[in-house]
Nanobody, 124 residues
């Protein structure tokens, strides 16, 4: 069974940076694309970024393009989200998830395994 564990969240001032990590257990992880979503209080969960199994293709929401970078570790069992130039509107719980092969990338229904989330708070 695949388990996903996020870490790296915290409190940061606007303009600052954080790097989120998503560690996985499970031998088949490297075959799957992965994604990051976020959910702010009172809002729906929204797509942030995705990366293919090989790491060769990446996808970003318009709201984070140019500020966030998704990557995979060398062993492909960890996914990172480098977040720069953070804004107060980036405040949310951030989740990593395993992508369903052949699905699109920006819907929560395109992912089948989810982590527990990590809180990111950006102060103004």
């Amino acid at each position: 069974q695949v388990h996903l564990v996020e870490s790296g969240g915290g409190l940061v001032q606007a303009g600052g940076s954080l790097r989120l990590s998503c560690a996985t257990s499970g031998r088949t992880y490297s075959n799957y694309g992965m994604g990051w979503f976020r959910q702010a209080p009172g809002k729906e969960r929204e797509f942030v970024s995705g990366i293919s199994g090989s790491g060769g293709s990446t996808y970003y929401a318009d709201s984070v393009k140019g500020r966030f970078t998704i990557s995979r570790g060398d062993a492909k069992n960890t996914v990172y989200l480098q977040m720069n130039s953070l804004k107060p509107e980036d405040t949310a719980v951030y989740y990593c998830a395993r992508h369903i092969l052949g699905s699109s990338w920006n819907g929560a229904h395109d992912y089948d395994v989810w982590g527990q989330g990590t809180q990111v708070t950006v102060s103004s």
